[in-house]
């Protein structure tokens, strides 16, 4: 039997927007380009963010969830306050950077592993940890690294800017059951 | 005047000095800072990344743990400051959202109603809430001859800026200059200090960082005043690294807005972190005040 639809709009377009508060706007982008010609990286990405939009638009999902715009973003949302057509933009990134991550097509990147050290231990201890994370990351990620790493540790640590080892929060047990609750809540928001 | 206060991670121990600095010049202008009993971790921007709902949640436990006779959180760290506006907005902009955020925090018996606490950085604070001349009238050995260039970086500016401008913000430039210091012209105040990206993409990182060093070299600046840890971090612990990475010699010392707000009321440098800084900011300061430094 044929189904037919109200919607027409592409699968992965309905589904980066419900992933992403605001995500509706994106159906707005006329292409301008302000997004790209503001990213501090904007010369290193395979496809700019206006790009990853028409592939968005035109339901290219494999093509965007393996390109590297997105670990290109540093958070700074110049992009998002000068697009003109109000996108969020940098909300979008996250998106896409947790469905890239879920979906093991990140490539070339540390960008998950390093979320990943960096949640375990606040999910432990209720507080990031500078010392643990970075030479867990390291250890696991670029051992040879380390090696440049080791003075720059050594300098914080003498003025007293690095601790080995880490604060926990008193109620743990009151975060660990929100965050537990909040992963069991699924993801769309 | 009554805030809570959210020191955020970084100000626990790598940038301690901007957590004594902060106290120090808070206390001298009748500031009070209530810390948030038993906050956690905002999870910078690495939460995000990885689970939407639950980044926020992590997130609002620390709204929902603000004192109920306090309306206004101070977060002096840009990461923190932006997280928590930005879960404040969303939780009171989407029902949807907001309704699963809570129950998440019902879990640990919590709830959040967006738009409860207003989120301020201390910059704000200071400009808006105090004013010229209460800071003024703190001044006991202004900053004359001293040229900084005022570094706001992305997540306090952007996208939620309630108090100054997205593109060329100027607060803290007056701010400094309310202290008798020179605010130099820094035409990449704004602009991103690279964030985690020194963790994982080195030739990233280290391009923003010489912009941002090269810049401040070109408008004359002796030194760069920041208003977020990471900032000061990757500007500060990396620059030798960024000078072998490109073979350059730069020497900029990187302070925190406060130390200098904490200087120019006079403090002892100690009290205020100064030397907890890895390119001693002692030399120059030395040099343009021969009286701060002992």
């Known amino acids: ?189 | 005047m009554r805030y809570a206060y959210y020191p955020g991670c970084s100000l626990e121990c790598s940038s301690a000095a901007y957590d004594m600095s902060i106290r120090a010049v808070c206390d001298l202008l009748g500031i009070q800072l209530e810390e948030i009993d038993d906050w956690n971790c905002c999870g910078a921007t690495e939460y995000h990344s990885l689970h939407k709902l639950t980044a926020c949640a992590v997130i609002a436990r620390n709204l929902a743990l603000v004192d109920s006779r306090l309306n206004q959180v101070v977060a002096p760290c840009a990461a923190c400051y932006l997280n928590l506006k930005k879960v404040d907005r969303q939780m009171a902009e989407n029902p949807r959202l907001a309704e699963k955020i809570n129950e998440a925090l019902a879990a640990g018996g919590l709830h959040y109603d967006g738009g409860r606490v207003r989120v301020r950085h201390l910059v704000d604070v200071l400009h808006t809430d105090l004013g010229e001349k209460a800071i003024r009238d703190k001044v006991v050995r202004p900053l004359k001859g001293l040229k900084v260039a005022p570094y706001y970086g992305c997540q306090v500016v952007r996208p939620y800026n309630d108090f100054d401008n997205t593109e060329y913000p100027m607060k803290l430039d007056e701010l400094v200059s309310w202290l008798g210091a020179e605010p130099v012209p820094y035409p990449l105040k704004a602009a991103c200090c690279g964030g985690h990206m020194t963790q994982i993409s080195e030739a990233q990182a280290f391009e923003l960082i010489r912009r941002l060093l090269q810049s401040a070299v070109d408008s004359y600046a002796d030194l760069i005043l920041c208003m977020c840890p990471m900032c000061q971090l990757n500007l500060d612990a990396y620059q030798s690294q960024v000078n072998s990475y490109f073979g350059l010699s730069f020497r900029m010392p990187i302070l925190f807005f406060t130390q200098i707000v904490g200087l120019a009321f006079g403090l002892e440098p100690n009290a205020l972190g100064i030397g907890k800084e890895i390119v001693s900011a002692q030399p120059v300061l030395q040099r343009r005040l021969a009286a701060v430094t002992q």
């Open chain 1, 1 to 189: 039997m044929i189904q037919f639809s109200t919607d027409r709009r592409p699968s992965f377009l309905k589904e980066v927007i419900e992933h992403t508060p605001r995500g509706e706007r994106l159906v707005h982008c006329i292409q301008c380009g302000s997004c790209g010609g503001s990213c501090p990286n904007g010369a290193d990405m395979q496809y700019s963010p206006r790009a990853l939009f028409a592939l968005i638009q035109a339901d290219q999902r494999d093509t965007v969830l393996s390109a590297n715009t997105m670990w290109c973003c540093v958070s700074c949302y110049y992009c998002t306050t000068r697009c003109p057509q109000q996108i969020p933009i940098t909300e979008i990134m996250y998106t896409l950077k947790r469905l890239a991550i879920r979906e093991g097509s990140a490539r070339n990147t540390d960008a998950p592993a390093l979320a990943q050290t960096f949640t375990r231990y606040l999910d432990a201890y209720g507080r990031s940890f500078e010392f643990g994370l970075a030479s867990r990351f390291y250890l696991f990620n670029k051992p040879l690294a380390m090696l440049k790493m080791g003075p720059l540790g050594l300098s914080l640590f003498t003025r007293g800017r690095m601790s080995l080892r880490p604060t926990r929060i008193k109620n743990i047990q009151q975060l660990q059951a929100i965050i537990q609750k909040a992963k069991q809540l699924g993801d769309e928001p």
